[in-house]
């Protein structure tokens, strides 16, 4: 299905300098022919058709698209995708993602254009790119031109949606006239203005683009949110080395007292946000670099008097990862991951956490100190203890053969524990395995297929996929099977309880079948509603994506057969303007015989849009030539008339005589030729006789 849809994606344009996710988007599906809503239907997991929620594909893209399936359509990685948002900057407030997810509407509230679109025309004229940074509020200047942005067409002032195709274009919504063409009232001489929002340039620049963090160290542990709060009261004071109410004016102390509050674990939850720290930054006349820079003097944290700290994670202690004594790759379990998943011998540990690097778990033991866990039997992961002394054995220089037999475990686990240290690069394969290892491409997808089935998984991968013991504990042991094993196999775990992947494929297939022989309209709640599942059911299955092809597949045959239907019901309307020699005025006239309106047919298939418009003009062509032989002849006998009865053929007796009056002359000007060259021409001929 995937490959469906990346199919439909055969022009990927490469994204400019500081564009914003949307503006790629809309330039994608334009290159593509695709309408917004079928684009975004795509790629947003929970797409409505409201542009309410557009902004937060630029703020946070992660919380409302399929990333994973984003990364295969336009072929690059998360990186790519993060630098046309403001990912980046939600990154600088939370520890992990899993945080700024759940919490992203604290950073930034009302700090983005959330349903109209910013735009310097002159820069649409140059590079055509609808940049980032002009969504936020406070950007009201191009910082290249120096102009004001705009968000209104310059010939019908109506304010530009979030997304639309012919913003693509350049285009106004509306009126389709060119917004390149900048309004009359766009300069500013304010140079004091100017200079402002060139400052809030950099600050968002630095804010975006720079691997920067925004605490401290003088607590090591700390939340960053708690870091940046005691950074934001520090600045407040203006960097006094100890902390005093009473320095702080009496409109903040409110603020302030909150901020001590959730500082203390009391409950508050007022925080930092991006709109104080630039309110505050700006009434300090520094920069956003100059306080990344900042350090809180150990006096001034002191004088804060703040209560014991919520134990945090601390950092991997595994002597062979890349992230040893260091806790960004660590990860703390939720009770579903950690618990349910997961059974660890009888010793009570908290802050139960795991290296998503070398995937060692780690906690606080008894003694409140943190440590690396011992692992059970049943437990879905490598034993920390015998890999490590393994690895002795192998620097010691002892064989394959000779480390089974000092180390008294199974063969088996034996397998797991070096084919572990192969894959976190201690160990070279050789010492493993005598040949080289063919990977499977879909890697992840065998172990689903493993997750989901009953019984022994080694004894499944040798039946399913004839892969030898060796080969199982070297897959396994992979960081992507891992990945997938510690966060996503209790959820395919829990649907397999119903009924087999496979199983709910052959469902939904029968389903979709049946939907297709009732000419039935496909959609995701139908077939969920049919088979009596939840939607989540469905896409946890990876199901979703076959109904979504055959809703395609659906779509592709009715406008088929709808333009075949169509093209045939506007040749006969026209054969019958064209028999009455009556012209069409707009393309509405056409309209009429179409079963879907006008606005449907260019937005699904502007191909049959483009070929009505065509045909309109040819028909047209047609009724003109013929209609100037008609008045050509019915001229040339008027004027014949008059002259054979005496009477002068002045151009008002020739028109009436034909049946129209003077005012033709304006719309048509080719009739006055036709009455000069009649008159001319008879009266030489009469003049003759």
């Known amino acids: 299905m995937e490959n469906i849809i990346e199919n439909k994606f055969t022009v990927r344009p490469k994204p400019l300098e500081g564009e914003s996710l949307t503006g790629y988007f809309m330039r994608l599906a334009?290159?593509?022919?695709?309408?917004?809503?079928?684009?975004?239907?795509?790629?947003?997991?929970?797409?409505k058709k409201s542009s309410r929620q557009l902004h937060i594909t630029d703020t946070l893209p992660e919380k409302v698209m399929n990333i994973e399936l984003l990364k295969k359509i336009l072929k690059c990685c998360s990186s790519d995708i993060e630098k046309m948002s403001f990912t980046n900057v939600f990154y600088l407030f939370f520890n992990d993602k899993e945080e700024a997810l759940?919490?992203?509407?604290?950073?930034?509230?009302?700090?983005?254009?959330k349903e109209k679109r910013k735009f310097c025309s002159y820069c649409l004229e140059e590079t055509g790119t609808y940049k980032l940074v002009w969504?936020?509020?406070?950007?009201?200047?191009?910082?290249?031109?120096?102009?004001?942005?705009?968000?209104?067409?310059?010939?019908?002032?109506?304010?530009?949606?979030?997304v639309s195709l012919e913003l693509a274009n350049y285009s106004c919504h509306f009126c389709h006239s060119p917004l390149t063409t900048p309004s009359i009232d766009t300069t500013y001489s304010d140079i004091a203005l100017i200079n402002d929002q060139?400052?809030?340039y950099q600050d968002w620049n630095f804010l975006m683009t720079s691997d920067i963090t925004l605490s401290f160290e003088n607590i090591p542990g700390l939340h960053k949110e708690k870091q940046l709060a005691i950074s934001f009261i520090y600045l407040f004071t203006g960097k006094e080395n100890t902390f005093d109410m009473k320095t702080i004016p009496k409109t903040e102390r409110s603020y302030i007292r909150g901020l001590l509050r959730f500082l203390n674990n009391g409950g508050s939850r007022l925080k930092v946000t991006l709109r104080r720290l630039f309110r505050l930054i700006e009434h300090s006349k520094t920069s956003m670099r100059e306080f990344s820079e900042m350090r809180v003097p150990e006096s001034f944290i002191k004088s804060l008097k703040l209560t014991p700290y919520k134990k945090e994670v601390g950092p991997c202690l595994c002597s062979w990862c890349k992230s040893n004594k260091s806790d960004k790759s660590i990860k703390e379990l939720t009770n579903i991951e950690g618990n349910n998943s997961y059974k660890f011998v009888q010793v009570s540990y908290s802050k139960i956490s795991v290296c998503l690097d070398c995937f060692t778990r780690h906690g606080y033991n008894d003694q409140n100190k943190w440590v690396s866990i011992k692992m059970g039997k049943n437990t879905i992961g490598v034993n920390v203890e015998l890999a490590e002394k393994i690895l002795y054995l192998f620097k010691a220089g002892l064989l394959f053969t000779q480390v089974k037999g000092n180390v008294n475990v199974s063969r088996f686990s034996c397998y797991y524990a070096v084919?572990?240290?192969?894959?976190?690069?201690?160990?070279?394969?050789?010492?493993?395995?005598q040949k080289d290892v063919i990977k499977p491409k879909e890697l992840v997808e065998c172990f689903k297929k493993l997750v989901s089935s009953y019984g022994e998984k080694r004894q499944k991968a040798k039946e399913l996929f004839n892969w030898t013991a060796k080969e199982y504990y070297y897959f396994l042991t992979t960081k992507e099977v891992q990945t997938f094993l510690l966060m996503e196999s209790y959820r395919i775990k829990k649907l397999s309880r119903i009924g087999s992947s496979s199983n709910w494929r052959k469902k939904v297939s029968r389903e979709l079948k049946k939907q297709v022989q009732a000419e039935t309209k496909i959609t995701i709640k139908g077939v969920a509603n049919a088979l009596g599942c939840s939607l989540k059911g469905l896409q946890t299955n990876n199901l979703r994506g076959m109904i979504v092809a055959a809703r395609e597949q659906q779509k592709q045959l009715y406008i088929k057969s709808f333009t075949d239907k169509t093209k045939k019901n506007v040749k006969k309307y026209l054969d019958g303007k064209l028999d009455l020699l009556e012209e069409i005025s707009s393309v509405k006239e056409i309209y009429i015989c179409v079963e879907k309106n006008e606005n449907w047919v260019r937005r699904n298939i502007p191909e049959l849009h483009n070929w009505i418009v065509n045909k309109k003009r040819e028909v047209n062509i047609i009724i003109k030539k013929r209609s100037q032989i008609n008045y050509k002849r019915a001229i040339e006998?008027?004027?014949?008339?008059?002259?054979?009865?005496?009477?002068?053929?002045?151009?008002?007796?020739?028109?009436?005589?034909?049946?129209?009056?003077?005012?033709?002359?304006?719309?048509r000007p080719i009739i006055r030729d036709m009455i000069m060259e009649a008159r001319t021409k008879l009266g030489t001929i009469q003049k003759q006789r």
């Open 419 to 433: 084919a572990y240290l192969v894959n976190q690069g201690a160990i070279p394969l050789q010492y493993y395995m």
């Open 30 to 47: 334009k290159n593509n022919y695709l309408s917004l809503d079928e684009f975004f239907y795509i790629v947003k997991s929970d797409y």
């Open 637 to 667: 006998e008027a004027v014949d008339f008059h002259i054979a009865n005496g009477i002068e053929p002045t151009f008002e007796r020739v028109l009436n005589h034909i049946g129209f009056n003077m005012g033709i002359l304006q719309k």
């Open 135 to 162: 969504q936020l509020k406070d950007i009201q200047v191009c910082d290249i031109h120096q102009i004001k942005l705009q968000s209104k067409c310059p010939s019908c002032s109506n304010e530009q949606p979030y």
């Open 198 to 200: 060139l400052q809030k």
């Open 102 to 113: 759940s919490n992203y509407r604290s950073v930034m509230p009302e700090m983005i254009e």
